[in-house]
């Protein structure tokens, strides 16, 4: 997929579709360390241990349907392809916790991308769900919590114009804010490797 | 300080939205995105925004809601469309492109476009 919000939101429906009412998604982006971790947990009906192991076969589902089911098999593959792993630990009643690493300033890693999309995706589920999003670069933190929100909104739904706009708007200026600390870093960096790479050139000229 | 803000702005958000709420609730018109793992790799994030820019830039009331996998892999994206009293309406690749002229053909005018429906499920039996 062409952004990890895709394969978050992805998960989060399989969350949704496994009877969850509230999920937590945390992404950690940690550039001194190279490490990307996003976190998925849901109070959703859980699977048992065999389930578990099966998961991450392309060719299981529990689908009727069809007989493929690529979800998961595509996070997993997108983790491996840049330096890292997907891990689940599951319990049968009590929920599901997805952990997906990724070299950060890997090559292959596809961008996080739309959060604020995947987030709205999920709270216009035909059943009510709650979710948080909390998102951490290098110590800074953006978070958001649906259910204060929901709590402030009454009997509005978040399928109001008004609300979905709320919360894109929400999403997307927190993130942005988010990105502005990090990339000044980013610039900061390229000009060092900049003027390390010219200083080479030199003495090697 | 932007919590508080936020806090404030939805406070205020909730009176407005309260006004309309009773005539939004009336209209019975759902708009039904697809979004199994076939889906999101098809595109349906992108056609439920599209989908959600459009009601909103020609002021329709409409009900948007996200599902699971729908079974019909190889057409996705798919939307549905269900209006009071009318059958159901199953839309099979559609693009954020194809957005508009959905809307304005199948919500503004009432004509089903054949040449992009797959399926259409009776009022009644959908109850």
Known sequence: MEEL?????????????????????????????????IEITDNGRGMTQDMVAKVLDPFYTTR?????????????????????????????????????????????????????STILAVLLSERQVDMEYVHRVDGRT???????????????????????????????EGEAELRQGSLKKKITGAIEGEVEGKEQSEWRG | MARLKSVEELKKLRVEAQRDLMVRTQTGTRIIVGMGTCGIAAGAREVMQAI????????????????????????????????????????????????????????????????????????????
């Open chain 1, 142 to 172: 953006f978070q958001f919590d649906s259910t204060e929100i929901r709590k402030e909104l009454g009997t509005i739904p978040f399928s109001h114009p008004r609300v979905r706009n709320f919360i894109l708007s929400f999403i997307r």
């Open chain 1, 64 to 116: 009727k349907t069809r007989h493929v089911g690529l979800g998961i098999p595509l996070f997993e593959a997108a983790a491996r392809q840049c330096e890292g792993a997907l891990t689940i630990r599951s319990e049968a009643g009590k929920g599901t916790e997805l952990v997906a690493t990724f070299r950060l300033s890997h090559v292959d890693r596809a961008p996080l991308g739309d959060m604020a």
């Open chain 1, 5 to 37: 919000s895709l394969h978050i939101l992805d998960a989060l429906v399989n969350a949704v579709e496994a009877g969850a009412s509230r999920m937590t998604v945390l992404v950690e982006e940690d550039t001194r360390a190279d490490r990307l971790r």
């Open chain 2, 52 to 127: 959600l820019r459009e009601l909103e830039s020609r002021k329709i009331e409409a009900h948007v809601e996200t599902v699971g996998c729908v079974g019909m892999c190889a057409q996705e994206p798919l939307v549905d469309i269900e209006q009071a009293g009318k059958a159901r309406v199953r839309y099979a690749n559609v693009t954020p492109e194809n957005v508009p002229r959905l809307i304005e053909e199948h919500l503004i005018k009432g004509k089903v476009i054949q040449e992009w429906a797959i399926g259409r499920l009776d009022a009644r039996k959908i109850q």
